[in-house]
């Protein structure tokens, strides 16, 4: 048994040496591949930095279109209510205009009602004075009458008493 064990142990010696033998084989083989598992593997850690700025880039992109988008909504309601109060500020403008110009014919229409009430005024102040002028020359001939009737009827009583 013993004998066994000692011929097992040395085919497992044997076994281990080949092994040994044949990984400093495959690493002499590999060893003209280590260089260019270097370059793969930095590659690889180029690639992923490169895949990562890249992610980040698009993250801030993205943020920005965010950022951008929220400022043309802003800008856009800004904007609707600034038209929202020059459009009530026209129509008050509007509406003040009308009004002003309404009252302007109302005035207008006043002065032209007193123009012809002055008109009118002097018309009947010229015809009343006109007629007081002919009652004042009508009185005065009156009287020029009458005093010469009684100039006349003083001479023709005098002559009679004579």
């Known amino acids: 048994q013993f004998y066994i064990k000692a011929q097992l142990l040395e085919r497992l010696v044997e076994l281990v040496r080949d092994k040994f033998r044949i990984i400093g084989v495959t690493d002499d083989e590999n060893r003209m591949f280590s260089k260019i598992h270097e370059v793969q593997k930095k590659a690889y850690q180029e690639s992923s930095a490169l895949k990562d ?18 400022a043309i909504q802003k800008a856009d309601l800004e904007d609707a209510e600034a038209m ?3 459009m ?3 129509d008050k403008s509007e509406k003040f205009i009308r009004d002003n110009l309404e009252k302007q014919d109302d005035s207008w229409r006043k002065i032209q009602e007193l123009e012809r009430t002055l ?5 009947e102040r010229f015809e009343e004075v006109k007629r007081r002028i002919e009652e004042n020359d009508r009185e005065e001939k009156r009287k020029v009458e009458y005093q010469q009737f009684l100039d006349v009827v003083g001479q023709h009583k005098k002559l009679l008493e004579l």
């Open 119 to 123: 008109q009118k005024l002097g018309t």
């Open 84 to 86: 929202k109060r020059f």
């Open 88 to 90: 009530a500020q026209k």
């Open 53 to 70: 700025g890249k992610r980040r880039l698009k993250q801030r992109c993205e943020e920005d279109l965010k950022h951008l988008h929220d």
